[in-house]
């Protein structure tokens, strides 16, 4: 047993069990996470399709780990779409808050609490993809989450992050207007000094074996609800490896 400590943030975990009856009101604090999930898995799949899926099966009986799952957004939707999916997270509340959704949508998603690190020591180079979005900015040492990934996804498997940027932009339209002005997540959901720049995300990549293969920015108008995928990695942002 390592003596290691876990790379949780208790204080981060408690944001998100207070929250968790809301994770699927599609109006309450996670609208934004609702909105943008089909970008999300749209930009998966094309990838899946150009980057992985010789056969071209698509999601059929692919296995995916949703490190950070919160309460099953993603991780439902890809497992709607044929793959076998385990959601991964270190908060109680929002792993139940799954687990019964999961029941009600007659899917079948595999939830744990356990970290990306201990996961990645049970299941070296098991899954065909790894998904871990909108939780690097929430945990002690990104860079070992990012190790973990690499860790849990076979050779030539693909693995997604998505995170937010860190500039003067991210900071006006993430913290001042979605959490100050319009209230649109609660206050004190991110911290500007945890988000993180493209170019420092891919050098941990890189250094973990992980090329890039794509970005893309997943903007998202808090006023409008208006969201799209596009070229400016300025504020929210997704990027595709490829392990080597
Ligand atoms: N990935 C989901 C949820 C994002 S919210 C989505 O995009 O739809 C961030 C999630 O990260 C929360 O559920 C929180 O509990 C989880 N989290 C934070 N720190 C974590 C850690 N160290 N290990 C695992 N999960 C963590």
Redesign the pocket.
């Known amino acids: 047993m390592s003596s290691k400590p876990l790379?949780?943030?208790e204080d981060?975990?408690a944001k998100?069990e207070r929250i968790a009856s809301q994770w699927w009101d599609l109006t309450g604090d996670f609208k934004p996470?609702h909105q943008i999930n089909p970008l999300r898995v749209q930009f998966i799949s094309q990838h899946l399709a150009q980057h992985y899926d010789g056969i071209n099966s698509g999601f059929s009986g692919k296995k995916i780990i949703d490190v950070?799952?919160?309460g099953g957004?993603?991780s439902e939707s890809l497992a709607k779409l044929g793959a076998k999916v385990t959601g991964?997270?270190?908060?109680t509340e929002?792993l139940n808050v799954a687990k019964l959704h999961a029941l009600e949508s007659a899917v079948s998603v595999t939830y744990q609490k356990i970290?990306?690190e201990e996961k990645a020591q049970e299941c070296a180079e098991e899954f065909d993809m790894v998904t871990c979005?909108?939780?690097l900015e929430?945990?002690p040492d990104p860079a070992s989450v990012i190790q973990a990934c690499s860790a849990l996804v076979k050779p030539g498997g693909l693995v997604f992050f998505s995170t937010l940027n860190k500039n003067i932009k991210s900071y006006l339209l993430a913290i001042i207007a979605a959490e100050k002005l319009f209230k649109i997540v609660p206050q004190g959901t991110h911290d500007h000094d945890k988000f993180i720049r493209p170019s420092q995300l891919i050098s941990w990549a890189e250094e973990n074996n992980l090329k890039c293969i794509d970005a893309s920015g997943i903007h998202y108008n808090p006023i409008t609800g208006n969201h799209k995928l596009n070229d400016s990695l300025d504020v929210n942002y997704i990027l595709c490896f490829r392990k080597l």
Do not use: Q, R
Request: aromatic share 4%; proline share 4%.
């Open positions: 790379n949780v943030n981060e975990i998100f996470l950070g799952c919160g957004i993603l991964i997270d270190m908060g929002p970290t990306a979005m909108e939780m929430h945990v």
